[in-house]
């Protein structure tokens, strides 16, 4: 994989995971962590580091997801 298109990847990967970052207190569900700025960037890089087939893409895969439905649940 070239390093632009592992770059890309790695940011929309980090672009899903951390989209919908703005939370609400809306009784029965748990707040959504706020991120600071730049964090985007910081975890891009990170993800740079690791197979496009490895346990930490499920990881956030599978935590996209719950974001997701924590989003319905507010």
């Known amino acids: ?3 632009l298109r592992r770059r890309l990847t790695a940011l929309v990967i980090a672009t899903i995971w951390l989209s919908g970052c ?3 207190d809306y009784s ?3 707040p959504l962590i706020q ?3 730049g964090f985007a960037d910081e ?3 990170e993800l740079l580091t690791v197979k496009p ?3 930490i893409v499920r990881a956030v895969t ?3 997801v719950t ?3 924590l989003e319905v649940c507010q």
């Open 62 to 64: 599978d935590y996209y």
């Open 1 to 3: 994989m070239t390093s």
């Open 53 to 55: 087939d490895g346990a």
């Open 22 to 24: 703005a939370s609400a």
């Open 35 to 37: 991120y600071p700025p």
């Open 43 to 45: 975890l891009a890089d």
């Open 67 to 69: 974001r997701r439905m």
């Open 28 to 30: 029965g569900c748990p």
